[in-house]
């Protein structure tokens, strides 16, 4: 199992319309991939000292070529709706987890 890991930090002026972007849009747009079975949004909880909110959006796919196939094939236009969007709102970071265990 494979995590693709978007830590995203929002403005709080934008914050209201990305949430409901990200709901109702981006997230089931990446599930419609059919690259990811899963995906869960969360909100980071530490203090922010240079205002707006971080959020931690975690997509969970099965096998590491469904995650390159995404990167080759959805990625950049996905990345673009929303820099189009939101333009320097929101600063995103991306990692990628193998799952080891779950207990």
């Not at 199992?1 to 997230?27: C, F, G, K, Q, S």
């Not at 059919?34 to 980071?44: I, P, Q, S």
């Not at 205002?51 to 096998?63: I, K, P, S």
């Not at 950049?76 to 333009?87: A, C, I, K, T, V």
Request: include cysteine; glycine fraction near 4%.
């Amino acid at each position: 199992m494979y995590i693709y890991n978007v830590t995203v930090h929002v403005a709080h002026p934008i914050r209201d319309a990305w949430l409901e972007w990200m709901r109702h849009t981006h997230i089931p747009q990446m599930l419609a991939t059919g690259k990811f079975n899963e995906a869960r949004l969360c909100r980071v909880l530490s203090e922010e000292q240079t205002g707006g909110v971080t959020y931690a959006v975690q997509y969970r796919t099965e096998h590491r070529e469904l995650l390159e196939r995404y990167y080759r094939e959805d990625a950049p236009r996905l990345r673009r709706e929303s820099e189009e969007r939101f333009g320097d709102q929101c600063l995103a970071f991306r990692t990628e987890l193998e799952l080891i265990s779950e207990h």
